[in-house]
């Protein structure tokens, strides 16, 4: 697992700890992100089901939860679908940029840069080019064209050929974001 802070916030790890773990007082931060560290699911589903969402995010340390969410969520709260839809939302935004973007564990295992692609993708109105793109991230053609190759066998994009002046043009599509 990631690095994780000792202990980012003790008032948040205080009132985390009441909402969860309210009948065992004497839990510890270091106690329960050993837990969290060895995949204990009891431990992430406690801290998923009861902690506020902020807290949960703050507490494992934001890179955790980007690389992990998409494997924590299947541990399903049983609070309800509001607070999976807060968590999703979270990491959608922090690593795709937009709260729609759906969870897809392929993309923790992006790089930086084909990350910056995916977000120039969902910045776009469905209707931009992978030139057009490639000019705004000012990224080599070709490797912008690579990574949405590599997005459209994740099953996170859609390329579509339009006609454009006579030309073929090929439009990346964010399914749930664009319309196709």
């Known amino acids: 697992m990631?690095?994780?802070?000792?202990n980012p916030a003790p008032e948040a790890w205080e009132r985390a700890k009441r909402m969860a773990y309210w009948d065992q007082g004497k839990i510890t931060y270091s106690q329960w992100i050993a837990s969290v560290k060895k995949d204990d699911q009891r431990a992430i589903q406690q801290g998923v089901n009861y902690m506020r969402a902020a807290d949960f995010i703050n507490l494992?340390?934001?890179?955790?939860?980007?690389?992990?969410?998409p494997e924590w969520r299947k541990l399903q709260p049983s609070s309800g679908s509001s607070k999976a839809a807060i968590l999703d939302a979270a990491w959608s935004l922090y690593v795709a940029g937009d709260v729609s973007f759906p969870v897809n564990a392929q993309v923790t295992k992006f790089h930086s840069k084909k990350i910056s692609t995916l977000r120039a993708v969902i910045r776009s109105d469905g209707t931009d080019s992978i030139y057009q793109i490639a000019k705004r991230i000012g990224r080599n053609y070709r490797r912008v064209y690579d990574d949405i190759q590599d997005f459209a066998q994740a099953g996170i994009v859609k390329i579509l050929d339009?006609?454009?002046a006579g030309r073929i043009t090929k439009i990346a599509k964010v399914p749930g974001l664009h319309s196709l």
């Open 2 to 6: 990631g690095r994780i802070a000792k």
């Open 60 to 69: 494992v340390g934001r890179k955790v939860f980007e690389k992990y969410w």
């Open 162 to 164: 339009e006609r454009r």
